[in-house]
């Protein structure tokens, strides 16, 4: 019996996150996809709806728990566990330690006052692990990492129930041996999934690489420009450029798609080619359609704007044959410099956008900026 037992809670809980882990990175997927839509860079945004969702989760089942008790009561307490783990593991900001912290603390002290001994190891460990993160950095051997950070929680806080008094030993026993073999089980999981992600050459250059123009994609530039834009202090320069070929999709409509693609190709090569002239630390990336960005570390709005009038003049200059014509392209640009006042690299990026929102109502084939 007590055999059945332990094999119906690991079965239970393994299957319950491996929906549950599902759910995550599919949620996750659809943030990032949005976030680019919306030219948003911060990652606490990215990760930030899929927390809420398991904590939100983590809520409903402790609402599931009420009238519960014996087996049943503990196998859910511990899908909360577990859930909480995962979350943890999976947190990057502040923002989603703090919501794992109030969930843990609505969640866990509402069905006894001696929960209060449970919350403790919980929520020492959202700080440890936050701290943690932060320091190490990707120094870490995550798998290691994240087995010790789990099998450290899921060991005190079935400790400290017993200790309370709450749960006996077998039951104890019981949790744990599920806890560890459901962890142990989305850890492999996922660490496969990782390294089959990384297996292939070609999946990391299509992880921050464009397909059809191989400059770098929006992933790239979102992890490029935050990490440029951190480590940029307010009285240095950093001048970021938005481009958008003007009337893209009239040749699209015209030519048809293949001399679309052929646009794309030559004018990323164009515009990558002019600006490793200039200097070989300037990054050329395709950020959406026909939308480009570059950005340039200590230049000046001044000198910016005569590299994108430069650019400018190459752009009309270019000829791409397609159906017996030459098709002469144009390009609209908006740019800014970082502020002090800008709280974000999103808030720089932004602004750059609308000044190449700008430049399109003015007529296109210009470059607009905070200067203008």
Excluded at 20 to 32: N, S
Excluded at 59 to 73: E, N
Excluded at 291 to 312: K, N, R, V, W, Y
Excluded at 330 to 358: C, I, N, P, V, W
């Amino acid at each position: 019996m007590d055999v059945i037992l332990a094999i119906y809670n690991i079965v239970m809980a393994s299957f319950f996150m491996i929906g549950a882990t599902t759910i995550f990175r599919l949620v996750l997927r659809r943030t990032e996809l949005a976030q680019m839509r919306q030219h948003q860079l911060k990652l606490s945004i990215l990760e930030f709806p899929a927390i809420l969702l398991l904590c939100l989760t983590v809520l409903a089942l402790r609402l599931m728990t009420m009238g519960l008790a014996g087996p049943d009561f503990w196998l859910i307490v511990n899908l909360q566990l577990l859930l909480v783990v995962y979350g943890i593991m999976n947190s990057a900001s502040l923002l989603s330690y703090q919501t794992l912290a109030v969930t843990v603390i609505l969640s866990f002290t509402t069905f006894h006052w001696h929960n209060f001994a449970m919350i403790g190891p919980l929520l020492l460990s959202l700080v440890v692990v936050y701290y943690l993160t932060k320091s190490l950095g990707q120094r870490a051997n995550r798998l290691r990492y994240h087995a010790t950070v789990a099998l450290v929680i899921g060991i005190i806080t079935w400790m400290a129930l017993k200790l309370s008094g709450l749960v006996t030993w077998f039951e104890m026993t019981l949790m744990l041996i599920a806890f560890v073999v459901t962890v142990g089980m989305v850890l492999v999981q996922g660490d496969q999934l990782n390294k089959e992600r990384q297996a292939s050459s070609q999946l990391e250059q299509a992880a921050r690489h464009d397909g059809l123009t191989s400059v770098k994609n929006w992933n790239a530039f979102r992890d490029d420009f935050e990490r440029e834009f951190d480590r940029t202090p307010t009285d240095q320069l950093l001048t970021i450029t938005t481009l958008d070929i003007d009337h893209f999709k009239a040749i699209n409509d015209q030519y048809g798609h293949l001399t679309g693609n052929q646009v794309l190709v030559t004018f990323a090569n164009l515009m990558t080619e002019l600006l490793d002239g200039y200097n070989a630390g300037y990054q050329f990336y395709r950020t959406g359609g026909e939308e480009f960005t570059f950005f340039m570390p200590q230049t000046s709005l001044e000198q910016a704007h005569q590299i994108g009038d430069a650019c400018q003049r190459a752009i009309r200059a270019l000829k791409i044959p397609a159906d017996k014509q030459l098709i002469q392209l144009t390009a609209s640009m908006g740019m800014t410099t970082k502020q002090a006042f800008d709280e974000d690299a999103t808030a720089t990026f932004q602004r750059a956008d609308h000044y190449l929102y700008l430049a399109k109502q003015q007529g296109r084939n210009r470059v607009v900026s905070s200067e203008n």
